[in-house]
């Protein structure tokens, strides 16, 4: 009676192979990048030139028909759209945004005199945002049922649930109004940082709490987990060394990905708020004002934030990924 022969193991991985994977990713993300960078120049000269009329935010408001020819004319307005467009590329390629309308200078010159102090608050909110993800996420997936789980888990739905505008006014009133403890905005102090940053670490907090409590929780009842703890090992020990150990690539996605959305969006009606310096207030004034070229270069910076962000958080989950070049079961041919 013959007997099926075990199936073969996966071949080990090599230098070699994690170097070619590495290479591979690398060429996918620049793909990736080039057209995403792309397709956001194409929106954004789209509804320079489709919504509304340059001419008629750069001319006075009497203006003749014949001076508002002469302005399209020199604005290079009268050409062909795909000769604007190239035009506008070789712009974008010089960081040449155009001029504001608003401040009379280089729109370029407008945002990146503020980009880092939104890049400032965006980091603060992370480091806030990781605290009460990673640490809620691990208490919370360590210790299922409890109090504890209840308590981090009603508060990471609360974080998804309501406007993170709405929680820094309630910041505002509560800690700036009634107790006295910081400013209620601006940027004066590094005090003044609290706040937002808290504000910000709250709204982006709460989903980074549910997938390490998803990913802590479900590596806490595998067979390995359970082992350990039959042999006596301490609790500490198992949670940091076993459960959230392996969960590592997922935590860290997860905490890259808040990071890119913070500069997607959400960072921008906080700094509104609590009327911090950055580009959120900027592109708020610049839209009031039909200023395009400022709005257009802080489009354009924060597209390229995202980009980057989400370009090193791939790079850094390809690499912590234990399972790289080793023949998993999604390469094995079916």
């Not at 503020?114 to 996420?137: E, M, P, Q």
């Amino acid at each position: 009676m013959s007997t099926a022969a075990p199936p073969a193991a996966a071949p080990a991985a090599t230098p070699a192979s994690r170097r070619r994977s590495l290479a591979g990713t690398l060429a996918r993300r620049l793909r990736d990048t080039v057209v995403v960078l792309f397709l956001v120049l194409v929106v954004i000269f789209v509804i320079g030139h489709v919504v509304g009329d340059p001419v008629r935010s750069f001319a006075s408001p009497d203006a003749t028909d014949e001076q508002l020819a002469q302005l399209r004319s020199a604005m290079g307005l009268d050409r062909p759209f795909h000769e604007q467009f190239l035009g506008f590329l070789g712009d974008v390629a010089r960081l040449d945004m155009g001029m504001s309308l608003w401040q009379q200078r280089p729109a370029m010159d407008a945002v990146t005199e503020v980009l880092a102090n939104t890049v400032v608050l965006a980091v603060a909110g992370l480091i806030a945002a990781a605290l009460f993800g990673v640490v809620g996420g691990v208490l919370a997936g360590s210790r299922p049922g409890t109090w504890v789980d209840r308590v981090v888990s009603t508060l990471s739905v609360i974080s998804t649930s309501v406007a993170n505008f709405w929680v820094g006014l309630l910041l505002i009133v509560v800690f700036a109004v009634y107790l006295r403890l910081v400013p209620t905005s601006g940027w004066y102090t590094w005090s003044s940082l609290l706040l937002p940053a808290v504000t910000l670490g709250f709204a982006h907090g709460g989903r980074i709490c549910q997938v390490v409590r998803a990913v802590v929780l479900a590596e806490m009842t595998k067979p390995y987990v359970l082992a350990a703890t039959s042999r006596g090992l301490p609790w500490r020990r198992l949670v940091a060394n076993h459960a959230l150990r392996n969960s590592g690539t997922t935590v860290v996605t997860t905490v890259g990905w808040e990071f890119a959305r913070m500069f997607g969006g959400s960072i921008f009606p906080i700094e509104v708020v609590f009327a911090w310096p950055g580009l959120g207030p900027l592109m708020t004034t610049a839209a009031g004002r039909h200023d395009f070229p400022i709005v257009a270069a802080a489009v354009l910076v924060t597209g390229v934030l995202v980009i980057v962000v989400n370009a090193v958080v791939d790079l850094v989950g390809h690499l912590m990924d234990r399972r790289l070049g080793t023949g998993t079961a999604a390469e094995v041919p079916r």
